[in-house]
C-alpha cells in the first residue's frame, strides 16, 4: 500500500553569526549550509497497519510525512502509495488520503466550523449522501454537534483538533497522517482522539501513519514503530519486540501484612521496603517472577501483588542512545 525506497531530502539554509558587520556582509555575500533531512529512507505499510512514527525533533517525520502526503518532493528515491507517486499524481492522490498537522490548520478561522466543512466538502467533490452519513458519524463519535456553529478561533485547541480530524476524514480516504495529533491536548481530549483513530482503523480500515512525542499514544495504538533519527531510519519493529529486546526488567510491588524485617530474595534488588509494602526490580533474563513470589510468600504474607514493566519513554530512550542520537 505505501512503499517507500531510497528517499532523499535535503535543505539549502542560509548562515551567519550574529552582529552589524556580519549581516551587512550577508548582503553580498551569503554562506549556506546543507541539511540532511532524510537519508535513504526505506519501509512498506500494509493496508490496514496504525504504525508509529517516531523520534527525536529535527529526526525527519515531519518531511517524510510531507513528502508521502505530496507536499514536498525528494531529491531522490521512489515512494509508490496506492498506486500513486504523491507528487507527480498529487490531484487524483490527494482525494485518497487525509493529513493533519498538529500545528496548522485546515479550517477557515474565522467562520463557523460548518461553512468549512462544507466547503472541503466542495474542493473533494464528496457526494451529497456520502458527505451527510460522514458527518453524521464524525459528529457523534468526536461529540462536535454543539461546535459546528462556532467559529473556528473561539475554539479550544482539544475542540480544534477534534473539527481537524473530522475534516480530515469527510472524504473517506483510506490513509491518514496525524503530525502530532495530540500536542497540548488535555487528558479527556487525548483518550477520545485516540478511541476514535481505533474505531476508524477497525471499522473502516483505514491505515494510520502517526508523527509524535507522546509515547502513551504510541503504546495505545500502534501495532509497528518505525523510528527515525538523523534522517535515517534506525527502528523497524513492534513495541513487543522492543520490550524484549530493552524491557527485561521487571518492578515487583508487593503488599503484606506487617513485617519489619526486610526480606532478600536472591536474583532480586530491594529498591524499598516498608513494613507492609516492598518495591524489588527484577531481571527476568536471571531468575523467573514466580520464583521471586514463591520465596516471598514463603517468608511473608502477601496481601497484594503487581507487576510492572519499563515505562515505554524509557524503552525508546535506551534506543537513542544506542544510535547515539
Known amino acids: 500500500m505505501i512503499v517507500l525506497e531510497g528517499i532523499n531530502k535535503s535543505f539549502k539554509v542560509a548562515k551567519r553569526t550574529a552582529g552589524l558587520r556580519q549581516a551587512v556582509k550577508a548582503l553580498f555575500r551569503r554562506e549556506h549550509t546543507i541539511v540532511e533531512a532524510l537519508h535513504q529512507i526505506s519501509f512498506t505499510i500494509n493496508e490496514g497497519e496504525i504504525v508509529g512514527y517516531i523520534g527525536p525533533n529535527g529526526a525527519g517525520k515531519s518531511t517524510s510525512i510531507k513528502v508521502m502526503s505530496g507536499i514536498l518532493v525528494p531529491d531522490s528515491g521512489s515512494c509508490s502509495i496506492l498506486g500513486f507517486t504523491p507528487w507527480e499524481d498529487r490531484t487524483a492522490y490527494v482525494k485518497h488520503i487525509g493529513v493533519v498537522f498538529g500545528q496548522r490548520t485546515q479550517l477557515w478561522w474565522d467562520v463557523p466550523v460548518i461553512d468549512s466543512f462544507e466547503l472541503l466538502r466542495d474542493i473533494y467533490n464528496i457526494p451529497e449522501a456520502e458527505y451527510k452519513s460522514n458527518l453524521t458519524m464524525l459528529c457523534e463519535t468526536l461529540s462536535l454537534e454543539s461546535l459546528l456553529q462556532t467559529p473556528v478561533r473561539q475554539l479550544s485547541l482539544g475542540q480544534r483538533m477534534r473539527c481537524e480530524i473530522a475534516a480530515s476524514l469527510l472524504h473517506s480516504p ?17 483518550i477520545a482522539v485516540r478511541q476514535f483513530i481505533k474505531a476508524i482503523n477497525k471499522e473502516k480500515g483505514v491505515t494510520v501513519i502517526l508523527t509524535t512525542h507522546d509515547m502513551h499514544d504510541i503504546e495505545s495504538l500502534a501495532d509497528r514503530i518505525l523510528m527515525i533519527g538523523k534522517g535515517t531510519l534506525l527502528y523497524d519493529g513492534s513495541l513487543n519486540d522492543l520490550r524484549n529486546r530493552f524491557g527485561t526488567q521487571r518492578i515487583i510491588t508487593v503488599d503484606y501484612r506487617e513485617h519489619t524485617e526486610p526480606v532478600d530474595i536472591p536474583g532480586a534488588s530491594r529498591l524499598s521496603w516498608t513494613s507492609e509494602r516492598a518495591v524489588f526490580s527484577v531481571d527476568t533474563e536471571q531468575v523467573q517472577i514466580a520464583n521471586v513470589l514463591s520465596r516471598l510468600s514463603e517468608q511473608i504474607e502477601l496481601e497484594d501483588v503487581s507487576i510492572e514493566t519499563k515505562p515505554v519513554d524509557e524503552l525508546i530512550i535506551q534506543l537513542y542512545k544506542e544510535h547515539q542520537i
Open 174 to 190: 483510506k490513509i491518514l497522517f496525524l503530525d502530532e495529533p495530540t500536542i497540548g491536548l488535555d487528558a479527556v481530549s487525548k
